[in-house]
């Protein structure tokens, strides 16, 4: 008998979601993104050219480039999450940008905060125990070894404790009001499949990071159109798995 291994089948329905249905996808994120990314490497590229100059310290000018692509890149991305998640469930296909919805914007972004403040504390106190403890593998020239399992240890606590507070974020974008704990008590009896689908994301994103140093990093041009090319990748599949979330936990639909 195989095992149930939910946490696949969430991850596998919410990848689902971008690869089987690209066109719309494209059409919620795409313009954005590209947006997103053009503001991202004219900033970034002229901030590195700065560096190469020798340029000490932070000027006015990286620093106005540095609040200008946060703006972007925090206004952008509301906009594609509040936009996907209501082309999921509620199958509102946009045309060519998804409609601008500021208030949906501003309460998904509000509550968004408010959890990360919720993880943010225990986040600052599991890393120090943590760090303490592995603080001796520096000690025997273990450092790349260290750090690794310090990153490993450190994250799945908290992608875990995030993907059951999140739970309920994509109901911000719907208009449904929810209290602030509400996903993390509509997933507390599933807690087996939310770790599956910790450790997946966890080693995803670290496979995707090997590859890019290992494969794609010797040269500028390849490093960058890998991590833009992914970077779109996990912001689709990582706003789709709330989504997947929402739907079966908030308003328990199956999994297809």
């Known amino acids: 008998m195989e095992p149930?291994?939910?946490?696949?089948q969430i991850f596998r329905h919410s990848v689902r979601q971008v690869t089987g249905n690209l066109e719309g996808a494209l059409r919620v994120s795409g313009l954005l993104y590209a947006v997103q990314a053009v503001v991202g490497l004219i900033f970034g590229l002229g901030m590195a050219a700065q560096a190469g100059m020798g340029a000490g310290g932070m000027t006015g000018g990286m620093g106005l480039g540095m609040l200008i692509t946060?703006?972007?890149?925090?206004?952008?991305?509301?906009w594609i999450a509040v936009g996907w998640h209501r082309y999921v469930l509620l199958n509102e296909k946009p045309d060519l940008l998804p409609t601008f919805r500021q208030d949906r914007m501003l309460a998904y972004f509000l509550r968004s905060l408010l959890?990360?403040?919720?993880?943010?504390?225990?986040?600052?106190?599991?890393?120090?125990?943590?760090?303490?403890?592995?603080?001796?593998l520096f000690h025997f020239g273990l450092g790349l070894i260290g750090v690794l399992l310090m990153t490993l240890i450190v994250q799945l606590p908290l992608v875990?404790?995030?993907l059951r507070l999140s739970a309920a974020l994509p109901?911000?974008?719907l208009g449904v009001e929810s209290e602030v704990l509400a996903g993390w008590r509509a997933t507390a009896h599933d807690n087996r499949a939310l770790a599956e689908l910790t450790v997946i994301i966890v080693g995803a994103i670290f496979v995707i990071n090997l590859i890019g140093m290992v494969v794609?990093?010797?040269?500028?041009?390849?490093?960058?159109?890998?991590?833009?090319?992914?970077?779109w990748l996990v912001t689709m599949v990582g706003v789709s798995i709330l989504t997947t979330l929402y739907g079966h936990y908030i308003e328990q639909r199956p999994l297809v």
């Open 115 to 136: 959890l990360g403040l919720i993880i943010l504390l225990p986040a600052i106190v599991w890393g120090m125990i943590v760090g303490v403890l592995f603080s001796g």
């Open 70 to 78: 946060l703006l972007v890149a925090v206004t952008t991305g509301l």
């Open 216 to 231: 794609f990093g010797h040269l500028m041009i390849t490093a960058i159109l890998w991590q833009l090319v992914t970077n």
């Open 171 to 173: 109901g911000q974008a």
């Open 160 to 162: 875990f404790a995030g």
């Open 4 to 8: 149930d291994l939910k946490g696949l």
